[in-house]
């Protein structure tokens, strides 16, 4: 039977627990959330983050570096997989990313959104589509039936960064008086991310030492 050490557990799952559970108490407040294509890819980083440090950093660990630095290795690593996430932030395609909406509920707040930017703005119901003609852009909501969660895109390719951040002041002040389509989906997820921490304080008291030691030597190399 395989084992996986506690310290491992700890690196790798604390973060994802500690996002898991804020997100799932965000999203029981009962209110939507608009956020950033950016700031959503950073965040599930962050989450994700110890898995990359067992996983991808452990297999690809410069040994002679790590021999000859030791501790000083781990700085370099992060500074690496922040330069990886920032990369991708860079290259992906700017949206908005609303939770607790789905796309049929996003569309009236988002006409409103757009009309603070370009009182001109419609909705062509047809094609889905918010056009603002003044600024010569067209956004779509993107999202499957069923679900609380869109993301607004625009069919330009190039779009201004100031033009996002308007659209995201605007979504915002827009769903702030909005319910949240499903907040029960933030109790499940709310739940599984304090069962998790749970898991891991148990983990952390009942094999403390093993954790000291796992983290002396995951260290020093």
């Known amino acids: 039977m395989i084992t996986i050490e506690p310290f491992i557990l700890l690196v790798a799952l604390l973060p994802l627990a500690a996002y898991l559970t804020l997100f799932g108490l965000i999203r029981l407040t009962g209110r939507p959330m608009a956020t950033s294509g950016g700031r959503d890819i950073f965040a599930v980083s962050v989450a994700i983050s110890g898995l990359f440090i067992v996983g991808p950093a452990e297999l690809f660990f410069p040994s002679a570096a790590g021999a000859a630095f030791g501790p000083k290795i781990w700085p370099a690593i992060g500074v690496l997989y922040f330069l990886l996430v920032t990369l991708i932030i860079l290259s992906a395609r700017p949206k908005v990313i609303i939770y607790g909406l789905g796309p049929a509920s996003l569309a009236e707040p988002l006409l409103l959104a757009a009309k603070r930017i370009d009182p001109m703005s419609t909705c062509d ?4 589509q918010i056009v603002l003609p003044n600024s010569g852009i067209h956004l779509r909501i993107n999202g499957h039936r069923g679900t609380d969660t869109a993301e607004v895109y625009a069919y ?8 996002w951040r308007l659209l995201l002041r ?4 827009e769903i702030a008086t909005e319910e949240a389509s499903s907040p029960r989906y933030g109790g499940v997820v709310f739940v599984i991310g304090i069962a998790m921490l749970a898991f891991l304080s148990w983990q ?7 954790v000291v030691q796992g983290f002396q030597e995951w260290l020093w190399r």
């Open 125 to 128: 119901e047809a094609s889905g």
């Open 156 to 163: 330009e390719n190039v779009v201004s960064p100031s033009f």
């Open 170 to 173: 605007s979504v915002r002040a």
């Open 204 to 210: 952390l008291f009942s094999s403390h030492e093993q």
